[in-house]
């Protein structure tokens, strides 16, 4: 029996109404405008940037301004900051608001990179409810009304899970969402995320008008589909998941809804991938596009015959015809032996 087509559906975020329930998280070092471009393209609801940092924004240093883009087919789409100090992130939120005019703005509260936590910010917020209510009530008197939400995890360590204070304190500073990743930030990125935690809070802010988006462990639409069915979660939050596959966001809503899906060729994933390398160079430039899409190429060759062989060449490519090139190559070793790299 096909599974309950209210499983994809549309959410409200404050006054933001997002037609599906699918989204791509921010993810660093990847969740630029030219792969949130072939999201949208392979069924994505709803885009955030990769976390950008306050104080950066506050100095304006660094990349921030071409960070905070809008891709071009993107109609909607969010802005993930970070920082610990409730002024810098005030200013920083009224800086996102006003240059790059997004639909919402993402606090996050869950990234546990030392060179980030050591500054009071990421997960170190999720860990210290009172300063992230103090940074979240900042952002959102800042911004009003643009809605406001916030990512945590489950707390520091397995011995102090401190999800339930963190989320509470989100709510009450006027959060209209919250994302969870149910691992602690001495897990990092191991282990498995543990869902119970999604949906005991999805249970907890039931009713009180603040959604609760599931992240962790969805590298499938079967993954996404049980993350729904089983933690009541209003969205789930593809990370990892939609790396090489940008298609997963339609297979996933063709799975929700009809109970059963096709999934995107090698071919149509292949050239994703070079529609996304050609908007990143127009971006960054050829050179920087290249050496930053080797590892992603490497994700969407999975799959690929002769993919080892093919991923060697890949991380040598320094042009766009490199790129074309190993592909070509690889394709005709494949037939070579009687075989296709399709």
Request: aromatic content about 8%; some cysteine; proline content about 5%.
């Amino acid at each position: 029996m096909p599974p309950a087509p209210q499983l994809y559906h549309p959410v409200t975020v404050g006054s933001l109404r997002l037609e599906g329930n699918l989204f791509l998280a921010p993810v660093a070092g990847y969740s630029d405008r030219a792969f949130r471009s072939v999201c949208i393209e392979g069924g994505a609801a709803f885009c955030c940037t990769e976390m950008i940092s306050a104080e950066a924004l506050v100095r304006n240093t660094g990349k921030t301004e071409s960070l905070l883009r809008r891709a071009d087919n993107e109609t909607q789409y969010g802005v993930q900051i970070f920082g610990g100090n409730p002024e810098a992130m005030s200013r920083a939120a009224e800086i996102v608001a006003e240059k790059a005019q997004p639909s919402l703005i993402d606090i996050n509260a869950g990234c546990p990179v030392p060179k980030v936590v050591k500054t009071g910010a990421g997960a170190a917020l999720t860990r210290d409810p009172d300063r992230l209510f103090a940074v979240t009530a900042a952002v959102v008197k800042a911004v009003s009304p643009l809605p406001v939400t916030v990512k945590i995890r489950s707390g520091w360590t397995a011995e102090s899970l401190s999800w339930k204070e963190a989320a509470r304190a989100a709510a009450e500073a006027g959060a209209n969402a919250v994302t969870i990743h149910p691992r602690t930030r001495a897990a990092g990125y191991g282990g498995s995320a543990d869902w119970g935690i999604i949906a005991e809070l999805a249970a907890c802010l039931k009713g009180k008008g603040v959604p609760v988006f599931g992240s962790g462990d969805v590298f499938s639409p079967e993954d996404a589909q049980r993350m729904l069915e089983t933690t009541g979660a209003d969205a789930v939050m593809f990370a990892r998941g939609a790396l090489g596959n940008p298609f997963v966001f339609r297979e996933t809503r063709e799975l929700l809804e009809t109970g059963a899906y096709a999934p995107a060729s090698n071919e149509a994933r292949i050239e994703a991938g070079f529609r996304e390398l050609e908007r990143l160079a127009a971006d960054e430039g050829e050179e920087a596009a290249c050496r930053k899409m080797r590892k992603r190429f490497c994700a969407y060759s999975k799959g690929v015959a002769g993919g080892a062989e093919l991923r060697k060449l890949l991380t040598a490519a320094e042009r766009i015809a490199d790129y074309r090139r190993a592909f070509q190559d690889s394709a005709a070793a494949c037939l070579t032996h009687g075989g296709h790299i399709f």
